[in-house]
């Protein structure tokens, strides 16, 4: 069974991102400006209107998405 890189996560009008692995974070790392009250443990937490642009980047770059 293989996991997805990114575990994805809706909550009302929040959507959280989960890298799974060091690419992932990496990933996260390189195209996303976030501040310190955005993470959650290891999960990165966004408006839910930011998310579909920030999944399309994910997914064009050959990452995997579950959830």
């Known amino acids: 069974m293989t ?9 009302g009008s ?6 799974t692995n060091q ?9 996303c400006q976030t501040e310190g ?3 959650l443990g290891q999960t990165l937490n966004i408006d839910i209107r930011m998310a ?6 994910i997914t064009d770059d050959g ?3 579950e959830g």
Not at 14 to 19: A, C, K, L, W
Not at 23 to 31: S, T
């Open 3 to 11: 996991q997805a890189d990114f575990v994805i996560d809706r909550s």
């Open 14 to 19: 929040i959507v959280g991102i989960t890298p």
């Open 23 to 31: 690419a992932a974070r990496q990933w996260i790392d390189e195209h």
């Open 37 to 39: 009250w955005q993470w």
């Open 52 to 57: 579909p642009a920030v999944v399309q980047g």
């Open 63 to 65: 990452f995997t998405v």
